[in-house]
């Protein structure tokens, strides 16, 4: 039995790498289709397309880590706890940083969904993994769950980008 949890658990977080390589390389293509002329438009797109990759590379990479710490025989603490540190570490950078390159845009002024959005995402992640790491829940689930959470947070970044891309923008001086 302890052999087959152990192979479900890597299957778990495996499909969650997968699904964060799809998504970055979604949200390549809609990059690379939907160029269009400078602009704030563009700019606030290049934006979250940028946020989006930083998270769904990080979550393939988080999502990886205690699969391959695993191979290492090493003690479950460690194979958990090193990999939510450092996405405990890592969360906040992939919050601000977005906000801070928004705010270069001179005329941008995020609504309040996506600011509301931002934080209860960031408070959700951070809280996961400090009740894991403090033992108040299970470290293993409380880290799957929180990269599952990066993940829709990076999925939502992506239906913005598309959505922006798929609108109908007119052409200047229309």
């Known amino acids: 039995m302890g052999n087959r949890s152990r192979v479900l658990d890597a299957d778990y977080f495996l499909t969650i790498a997968e699904l964060a390589v799809a998504l970055a390389g979604f949200g390549s293509l809609a990059a690379l289709i939907g160029r269009r002329p400078g602009g704030e438009s563009a700019a606030v797109d290049a ?17 990886v880590l205690p699969v391959s710490l695993a191979r290492f ?7 958990w706890g090193a990999p939510a540190v450092l996405f405990a570490i890592a969360e906040p950078y992939l919050h601000v940083a977005p906000v801070r390159r928004m705010r270069r845009i001179p005329s941008y ?9 931002g934080w209860v995402g960031l408070v959700l992640i951070l809280g996961l993994l400090f009740a894991g790491l403090v033992g108040l829940i299970p470290l293993q689930p409380a880290f799957g769950l929180a990269l599952v959470i990066e993940l829709l947070v990076a999925a939502t970044m992506f239906l913005r980008v598309a959505s922006s891309l798929m609108a109908m923008h007119e052409p200047p001086g229309a």
């Open 47 to 63: 934006n979250r397309l940028r946020a989006m990759l930083e998270r769904s590379l990080s979550a393939m990479i988080l999502a």
């Open 109 to 117: 002024q995020p609504g309040l969904a996506y600011r509301l959005s």
């Open 73 to 79: 025989e090493l003690s479950p603490h460690l194979v």
